[in-house]
């Protein structure tokens, strides 16, 4: 079991940055993939990135690639989700979420974080 906690998110002027935040127990947590997923008001779930358990491996939505980093430290059992350059497009719920390997589907994490809710003002 892996349960994770999202923290990091608030308000940000456009082209601001923020760095949200996936703290994760259990011993495991090495074992898996990491993703970020966001989801505003009245849309459905996206992916937003992912990283592999060694971290060797990443991969981004078009969306927010080149804005946003993925990053994971396994010794602080913590992932990372660097923000830059942010739009209020970017406004949404973040979630971590913890899978077995590296995918973009959200149906194929195992666990969830409850959420960070960022919001990018114009």
């Known amino acids: 079991q892996v349960q994770l906690v999202e923290s990091g998110g608030g308000l940000v002027q456009a082209g601001g940055s923020l760095r949200l935040s996936c703290a994760a127990s259990g011993r495991t947590f090495r074992r898996y993939a990491i993703g970020w997923f966001r989801q505003a008001p009245g849309k459905e779930r996206e992916f937003v990135a992912t990283?592999?358990?060694?971290?060797?491996?990443?991969d981004y939505a078009d969306s927010v690639k080149d804005r946003f980093t993925i990053a994971r430290d396994n010794a602080k059992n913590t992932g990372y989700l660097h923000m830059f350059s942010l739009k209020p497009d970017d406004t949404a719920v973040y979630y971590c979420?913890?899978?077995?390997?590296?995918?973009?589907?959200?149906?194929?994490?195992?666990?969830w974080g409850q959420g960070t809710q960022v919001t990018v003002s114009s």
């Open positions: 979420a913890a899978a077995d390997r590296l995918v973009t589907t959200p149906t194929l994490y195992q666990f």
């Open positions: 990283i592999s358990w060694s971290g060797d491996d990443t």
